[in-house]
């Protein structure tokens, strides 16, 4: 297969990080957490090698069988694997990469469906990260995983900083699992159904939304609107977590 002329695949979406002060700026993130790292999307090892410093348990994965290579050549006491991530187990409390962009959403529901880490601090396109921190409103993807998971915008990352140069800037998303979820595991197929609803049905402010999932019970729709402190003015994209997990238990049995 053709490589491009430093080294990244375009067919494996393959952008390497290059710019140091962002991979020193990665490595502080990481350093406060605790347990084995894994790194998904190690690439030609730039920040595989800065995370190894670390002293902790470290695994690198990667798609492309001669980066995995040349890697385990370069690198000692590092596990470095050949696997794809969208069906490795993910089994590592804390889990970094620099993921290809196109598949940030199918990694982001692989990490979802995984349940033993705890830290996750992904290089994604700045729009997927802007959004997922809800910076300019909630979307609803964010709004169906925000009950178990907690996300955080840690910084813009140019498209300069990258080789090949993507047509679009990174973003730092840091994702933390909730101690306490906002809504039990158990209920989880109908929150995100609930969400979906709000999300996509006619209404558009909160309070007609309201009275629809109340299944027109119009007394109902303002009482739990009320208690969640959600104006009937507002949008879907203006509610936080606290107040979604709330309106859902207001509502869920309607």
């Known amino acids: 297969m053709p490589r491009s002329p430093f080294g990244g695949r375009h067919e494996l979406g393959q952008n390497f990080l290059h710019h140091r002060p962002t991979i020193a700026r990665i490595v502080d993130l990481v350093r406060p957490t605790t347990g084995a790292i894994l790194e998904i999307g190690a690439g030609d090892g730039a920040l595989t090698h800065e995370l ?10 990667d798609i492309d069988p001669r980066r995995v290579h040349d890697l385990g050549r370069s690198l000692r006491g590092v596990r470095i694997e050949h696997a794809d991530v969208l069906r490795h187990p993910l089994e590592a ?4 990469g620099n993921v290809p962009f196109h598949l940030t959403t199918p990694i982001l529901r692989r990490l979802f469906a995984r349940p033993a880490w705890r830290h996750a601090l992904l290089l994604t396109q700045w729009e997927v990260a802007r959004k997922r921190a809800g910076v300019g409103g909630a979307t609803m993807m964010t709004a169906q995983s925000a009950p178990w998971f ?20 990174g973003g730092l998303l840091a994702i933390e699992r909730r101690r306490r979820p906002l809504v039990p595991a158990t209920e989880r197929v109908g929150y995100e159904r609930f969400i979906r609803v709000a999300f996509t049905g006619q209404g558009g402010r909160m ?6 999932l109340a299944r027109g019970d119009r007394a109902l729709a303002d009482r739990a609107l009320a208690a969640a402190g959600i104006a009937g003015d507002a949008l879907p994209r203006d509610l936080g977590p606290e107040q979604w997990a709330a309106l859902w238990t207001a509502l869920k049995r309607a």
Request: with cysteine; charged share 25%.
């Open 93 to 96: 409390p804390v889990v970094v």
């Open 52 to 61: 190894a410093r670390l002293g902790r348990p470290l695994t690198a994965i």
């Open 207 to 212: 309070r007609p939304i309201a009275r629809r």
């Open 150 to 169: 907690a996300f955080r915008l840690e910084g813009r990352v140019p498209a300069w900083c990258f080789a090949p140069r993507p047509s679009v800037d």
